[in-house]
Structures are given as structure tokens and as C-alpha cells.
């Protein structure tokens, strides 16, 4: 298996379809469009500063320890990201504290901090916004088809009660509630890694015919 496989951003080894390990924040935070805008800056926020604060750093880093410095640094800024959102939009940070603080694990359970270690901060970073920016995208994807089904609309982080409505179409025509629920989001999810497997399967195929 080629290195440049392994270190593809969307169909490597690493890639959040392939290792599954935000399966939890992919099926929770993709219930509205809202909830999927604010995990995914989450995301991109933690990933990056993480990233750049351990490569800026590693240095005056001990050999030992490093594991937990990554689960604090990610979490210092988990916890950050949502102080200052609150200040913009306290309702909907409450309402989204647990799923916010999931970024933070996401983003050691991804091992980019180890995987990025040995690269100088621009690069390291560049590579650490490409997953995070992934992974966002993958469950503002998710969000884009579960919410018009399940609940006839589209929201926006925003307004008096934390989310704004661009439509809502519920009283027009029966949605497909389960798109709304865990279930609906679990089966999308399993289209979704089948798709992910075909393609990577191309993928390698032609890797291995190059």
C-alpha cells in the first residue's frame, strides 16, 4: 500500500470514513444544517490550533507526556471555541456544549498532532485544516439531506431561540421523519462508507496500475 494512499486527506487510511472514530459526532451533529455550520468551525478551529500550538512548541516538549499534552491542548481549545461563541449565540451554544466538546476528541482520536509531527507549521497546519475542513463538510453533507427530510426545512446558526429558518415546508408535505432520527442518520452514514469504499477502491486501483 503506497504511502500516497495512506496520506490521501479523503480516501486514505486516516480519512474520518475510513477510521470511523467520530462516527458519534457524524450522526449527532448532522441533525440540523445549524448544528453541522457550528461543529464544523469547531472542527476547523481545534484542528488547526492544536496543530500549530504542538508544531510551534514541540521543542520544549518532553519525550514522554505527549499524548496527554494533545488531549489538554485540544480540549483548552474544545472549551474555548464555545466560550466565544456563547457570547454571539448562547442559546445554541447550550443547547450544542456535548457535541462541541466532541471536537476535541475527534481531533486526538484523528492522530493528526502524531501524524503531522514531523512537518514545520505551515504545512502541519495547512494538513490539520484539510481534515478538519473535511470532516466538517462530511457532516454538513449529511445535515443538507437529513433536515429537508426530516424536518422540512433549512436553519442557520442565528435569531432570538439560536437557529433561523430559511423554509419550512412541514405543513406542505409529509417529511421523511426517520432522516431526523439516529437511525436515519446511521443509514445514510452506511451509504455513505459505501460509496467511500467504492471510490477508494478505484482509487487504489489505479495507484497500483500506475
Known amino acids: 500500500m503506497s504511502q500516497r494512499y495512506q496520506s490521501h486527506a479523503f480516501l486514505g487510511s486516516h480519512a474520518p470514513l475510513s477510521t470511523l472514530a467520530c462516527a458519534g459526532l457524524l450522526i449527532m451533529g448532522s441533525g440540523r444544517t445549524a448544528y453541522a455550520l457550528l461543529i464544523a468551525g469547531a472542527l476547523v478551529w481545534v484542528y488547526a490550533l492544536t496543530v ?3 508544531t510551534a512548541a514541540k521543542p520544549l516538549l518532553p519525550v514522554r507526556g505527549k ?3 494533545e488531549i489538554f491542548t485540544a480540549s483548552f481549545f474544545g472549551a474555548f471555541f464555545l466560550l466565544l461563541f456563547s457570547f454571539f ?3 445554541l451554544s447550550m443547547e450544542l456544549t456535548l457535541l462541541v466538546l466532541l471536537a476535541p476528541v475527534s481531533c486526538v482520536a484523528s492522530k493528526v498532532c502524531s501524524r503531522t509531527g514531523n512537518l514545520d507549521s505551515g504545512p502541519a497546519v495547512g494538513r490539520a ?3 478538519g475542513l473535511l470532516l466538517g463538510l462530511l457532516i454538513l453533507g449529511l445535515a443538507l439531506i437529513r433536515e429537508p427530510l426530516g424536518f422540512g426545512s433549512l436553519s442557520v446558526p ?3 431561540r439560536g437557529i433561523t429558518l430559511f423554509f419550512n415546508y ?3 408535505y ?3 421523519k426517520t432522516a431526523a432520527v439516529s437511525s436515519g442518520a446511521l443509514i445514510l452514514l452506511g451509504y455513505a462508507v459505501v460509496l467511500f469504499r467504492r471510490c477508494r477502491g478505484r482509487y487504489v486501483h489505479s495507484e497500483d496500475a500506475e
Do not use: R, S
Open 52 to 54: 500549530l500550538v504542538l
Open 67 to 69: 499524548g496527554t499534552l
Open 89 to 91: 449565540n448562547p442559546f
Open 129 to 131: 485544516l484539510l481534515e
Open 158 to 160: 442565528g435569531g432570538p
Open 170 to 172: 412541514e405543513g406542505l
Open 174 to 176: 409529509f417529511p421523511v
